[in-house]
């Protein structure tokens, strides 16, 4: 599912112009667009420019390089790398639409972002099993709420792809659920286990009512499909409803917690990798890290 379409009658001109360009000329998707904006919008108010085409002419390096040094280091390896290239595509726009003739994308510093530096952030296992019991299944919204983080739990899918997941995608008399591609991963067809089937059988039959959305997942009495928004409070109220304190309370660390349990229960790489759907195996060696006896053991090794 595309993003929406940026709207684009209430933006300043300039603005305007830069989603155009990014849309049309870059052929940037409107997710990437809205992302970078969010790293672009900061920066020209730190900068007192906002989207003023005078002002920005006279932006120095010397500021840019300031703000990026002062900036960075608060964001993890990869929002540094989104936050580098939203910059870089916005100055490359002045200079192409002559805001300016200074090569500001120049002035951006080579900050290290070197691969698999960080250890992943998320959750345990026994806290996802706590987070499981934490609907109420006696109400509509709960056995929604249920279904949805069993699915996660159960095949470690993303929210996206649970989110869009479509009645006709479930094959009850074959025994197996087919989850669409997320992030140019590679779509997944998966064993509908018994405890996942019964989770969404009670939901479709007691909570979702009727309806001619093909989506399974539906907020508003049935009148609109699931959104993001629409569970990540949710999460946030299970989270201190049960005393959990972690990071991260979105749907991506169950995601975590479950390829981590696979990674300790000695499962290889690549299996891990194909159930995650990733189209490189280089994007599941994060997991690696998580292997903490594992990694004593070599360290252990390496000392002696």
């Not at 300039?14 to 155009?20: A, D, K, P, S, V």
Request: some cysteine; aromatic content about 10%; proline content about 6%.
């Amino acid at each position: 599912m595309q993003a929406k379409t940026i709207p684009l009658t209430s933006h300043p001109r300039l603005r305007f112009e830069f989603i155009e360009h990014q849309r049309d000329v870059q052929c940037v998707l409107e997710g990437t667009i809205k992302q970078r904006l969010l790293f672009i919008d900061p920066m020209l108010r730190s900068l007192k420019t906002e989207w003023n085409p005078t002002k920005i002419a006279r932006i120095s390096t010397h500021a840019v390089h300031h703000y990026v040094m002062k900036t960075a280091p608060k964001f993890s390896r990869k929002y540094r790398k989104e936050f580098l290239c939203a910059l870089r595509s916005f100055f490359k726009f002045l200079l192409f639409k002559d805001y300016t003739n200074v090569r500001l994308m120049d002035a951006l510093p080579k900050l290290p972002t070197w691969s698999l530096s960080e250890v992943p952030r998320g959750i345990d296992w026994e806290t996802v099993e706590k987070i499981l019991s934490a609907p109420n299944r006696n109400r509509p919204n709960g056995r929604r709420n249920y279904a949805v983080l069993i699915l996660i739990a159960t095949y470690g899918v993303r929210f996206h792809q649970v989110r869009t997941l479509k009645l006709k995608n479930i094959h009850w008399r074959e025994g197996i659920i087919h989850f669409a591609s997320c992030k140019g991963g590679r779509p997944l067809t998966l064993p509908l286990y018994p405890t996942v089937a019964e989770a969404l059988l009670d939901y479709i039959k007691n909570g979702r009512g009727q309806s001619d959305h093909e989506e399974v997942f539906l907020i508003k009495n049935g009148t609109e499909p699931m959104k993001r928004s629409s569970l990540y409070s949710m999460m946030q109220l299970y989270y201190r409803r049960l005393g959990i304190k972690k990071p991260g309370v979105g749907f991506h660390s169950i995601r975590h917690a479950f390829a981590t349990k696979l990674m300790k229960e000695k499962t290889p790489i690549k299996s891990i990798s194909d159930l995650l759907g990733h189209t490189s195996i280089k994007s599941t060696y994060i997991y690696t890290k998580v292997d903490l006896p594992q990694l004593r053991t070599l360290c252990r090794e390496w000392v002696g």
